[in-house]
């Protein structure tokens, strides 16, 4: 069946990057999108960016612009997320969630997200 | 806050019919994008509910319907049950953010 298995949990320390991954199986990687999706403890859900499965292409939130780097690897049907310069409102669930493409579609399918929690 | 605007929360009795409005403007839901709507229940990831306006994925029930006019969507839940307590959130695209993917501030819905 068509899942998405992510990383696990991380523990960070202010001012560090963290990189979670996100591995698809059960469909033809390479014909999707992956958006990645923050949600803050307690919060609504807030729209990262997002990847091009097949020519790579990315579209980054305004408000992460210059921290967040998505990219994938298509012989592993995986793709990442790196979000750099940590500070303690980063701390949250991370979800990735494939699509069609990256504009005007739905997010059909979702991991069950990956917890990061930045502290001292 | 939110590009997209829900009410915070909503409630209905088992049984009862309750809606939960998404109001967008001229540069997201009015400029033409579509509206989908996401079901997360308590410490679980989102799951799509209602996709292009007022489509249901295959195993949502009927029940579950959503509309779509001018700068607004909404979701309807009739039959409520107690399993439909969950938090629900709309999604468009903005073009004044470039296109870029935007949700609702998330909807808490209480089965009383």
């Known amino acids: 069946q068509v899942q998405l298995v992510q990383s696990g949990a991380e523990v960070k320390m202010p001012g560090a990057s963290v990189k979670v991954s996100c591995k698809a199986s059960?469909?033809?990687?390479?014909?999707?999108?992956i958006h990645w999706v923050r949600q803050a403890p307690g919060q609504r859900l807030e729209w990262m960016g997002w990847i091009d499965a097949g020519n790579g292409n990315t579209k980054y939130s305004q408000k992460f612009q210059g921290r967040v780097t998505i990219t994938r690897d298509t012989s592993a049907s995986t793709a990442h997320m790196e979000l750099s310069s940590l500070r303690s409102e980063d701390t949250g669930v991370f979800y990735c969630?494939?699509?069609?493409?990256?504009?005007?579609?739905?997010?059909?399918?979702w991991g069950k997200g990956t917890t990061v929690t930045v502290s001292s | 806050q939110s590009v997209l605007t829900q009410p915070p929360s909503v409630s209905g009795a088992p049984g009862q019919r309750v809606t939960i409005s998404c109001t967008g403007s001229?540069?997201?839901?009015?400029?033409?994008?579509?509206v989908h709507w996401y079901q997360q229940l308590p410490g679980t990831a989102p799951k799509l509910l209602m996709y292009?306006?007022?489509n249901r994925p295959s195993g949502v029930p009927d029940r579950f319907s959503g509309f779509k006019s001018g700068t607004s969507a909404s979701l309807a839940i009739s039959g409520l049950q107690a399993e439909d307590e969950a938090d629900y959130y709309c999604q468009s695209y903005d073009s004044s953010l470039s296109a870029s993917a935007v949700f609702g501030g998330g909807t808490k819905l209480t089965v009383l």
């Open positions: 292009a306006n007022s």
């Open positions: 059960g469909y033809s990687f390479s014909n999707y999108a």
């Open positions: 001229r540069s997201n839901i009015g400029a033409g994008y579509d």
């Open positions: 969630a494939r699509a069609l493409g990256g504009y005007n579609y739905h997010m059909d399918v």
